[in-house]
């Protein structure tokens, strides 16, 4: 990791249902944050352009027809939108992680995903994070990400990764990511919430320490050892389309970003109710005095006792498969590397092989 980072979390408020006008402010923060000099700027889950926050207050027939709505103002990773956003991100200098309704990029499939965009900022879409797990109510509206999305990002900053609101709770993959030697964590939500009694217990008052994000954020800087930078939605009654205010029946869009230490305390932030940029400096330093009390990965871990095992390979419907834009090799099918593996052929021979027509067989 870089010695000196500094990082924002843009806590900004998107124009709903309109990508054109999305993105020009997108343009706009990316801009802001050149000006206070940053290298990493974290925008929220979905702000392109749309959180279903009318989920479960809906019939089905409307929750199908606004499914429609954010497939128009989707974004697709090797898009126009995507490239734009890239652009703004060379001219200021910032790398840049976007939280975006994305269009699935397999041919003939119109499945939205929750993800995340990762933009270098040498102009360059360097890949992207698909939500493995959309949560409960959430699965009506996205598709599953697979294991091509278990991923981080070599920067000249450090090593970053990021995962979307519900997944900082799966074990497993809080896990992973440190494996995968992650330094500088981006955390995205749909904003702040009040954790109610009828999920248990008596009902909190009203504040900041009633919402899970912060110890999870919390328990995963100190688990992991990293930065957390920690960007939430934040939307004006205003800002809600009118055909649609009397079917949002809850806002949680009240902001909440934040910025952690590998220790676990609030560098910046939380911020509440106001569009801004939330930002600091970290240091190389921080993670360090972290490391030397607690290593995940070296003397406080026992990988003789306890090993994870990651899928590395994605899912395909027909063998290989295209990759994700940015990235190198197309990813094989599985079945194809184990079976190679076995036999100590090559997976292209094999394919040709099944391609003349053979069954496949292991």
Known sequence: MQERVRVGAAQVAPHFFDKRKTLEKTVRFIEEGGRLGLDLLVFPETYFAAYPYWRGAVSVRRSTELVVEMQRHAIRADGEEAQVIADAARRARVHCVVGCNELDDRPGSLTLYNTLLFVGRDGKVLGRHRKLMPTHSERVYWGMGDAADIRVFDLDIGTVGGLICYEHHMTLLRAAMAIKGEEIHCAVWPGWWKVDKHLGGKSPEP??????????????????????????????????????????????????????????????????????????????????????????????????????????????????????????????????????????????????????????AD
């Not at 100190?222 to 806002?251: C, G, H, K, T």
């Open 207 to 360: 504040g900041a320490r009633t919402c899970d994000i912060e110890p999870a954020i919390r328990e995963y800087a100190i688990e992991n050892q990293v930065f957390v930078v920690s960007s939430s939605w934040f939307l004006r009654p205003d800002d809600v389309p009118a055909d649609l205010r009397d079917e949002m029946r809850y806002n949680l869009a009240v902001g909440g970003s934040c910025i952690v230490n590998p220790a676990g305390l609030f560098l910046a932030g939380p911020v509440f109710n106001e569009e801004t940029i939330v930002w600091t400096e970290i240091t190389a330093e921080e993670r360090r005095l972290a490391k030397a009390y607690f290593d995940c990965l070296g003397h406080y871990a026992r990988f003789d006792l306890l090993s994870l095992n990651i899928r590395e390979e994605a899912w395909s419907p027909t063998g290989p498969r295209a990759p994700v834009p940015g990235t190198g090799e197309p990813r094989r099918d599985p079945d194809l590397r184990r079976v190679a593996s076995r036999y100590g052929v090559k997976v292209e021979d094999l394919e040709a092989f099944l391609a003349r027509g053979a069954d496949r």
